[in-house]
């Protein structure tokens, strides 16, 4: 087991409904020993690709993705959910049905932070069915920008997205892959990768 799949197995605690909670670490509660272990990684994996910008989505993303930013020495910028739609023009929109919220929400990015001159990297806590990182990607698109990798820090391996994103051709790298987990006993069982 990696770093993290140690922390996941100690700290995890499986929800009904597919949900696993990771917030007394990860995205309520934060180890920042953990952040940093987390964002050399992400460094170590992409240090081949030319990447100008991190990119994510509020909120759950944004701590994990400065982490990434800084071993980078890039700036950082996250999508944010609105509920107005009066801000076409200057900003690129995205619609992201939320996983967790069961609700739709349009996430927007400001057209001064993402232009086609940019080399992005893809960040985010989960990923379950893929349509965050796809309203992601959708914006990049909208950008010009291109899009040199996804990192996920833990991708459920039983829901869809990780099979649609590496089937539209993308690098998506995540650091745990969870294949089952059973609300019943606690246990959660990781991929080996
Ligand atoms: P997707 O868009 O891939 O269906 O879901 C990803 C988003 O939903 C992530 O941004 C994450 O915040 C949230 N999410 C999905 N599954 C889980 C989960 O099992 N636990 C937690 N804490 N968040 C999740």
Partial sequence: MNFLEK?????GIVKPGNVLKVDSFLNHQMDI???EEIGREFHRRFADQPITKVLTIEASGIGIA???A???GVPMVFAKKSKSINIEGEM???EVESFTHKNKNQIIVSKKFLGSEDHLLIIDDFLANGCAL???ISIA???GASVEGLGIVIEKGFQIGGRVIRNLGYRLESLAIVDAMDPETGTITFREQ
């Fill in 7 to 11: 922390r996941i197995a100690k700290d």
């Fill in 134 to 136: 796809q309203g992601l």
């Fill in 92 to 94: 690129y929109i995205a």
């Fill in 33 to 35: 020993a953990l952040m």
């Fill in 66 to 68: 400065c982490f990434v």
């Fill in 70 to 72: 800084k071993e980078f």
């Fill in 141 to 143: 698109e909208e950008a």
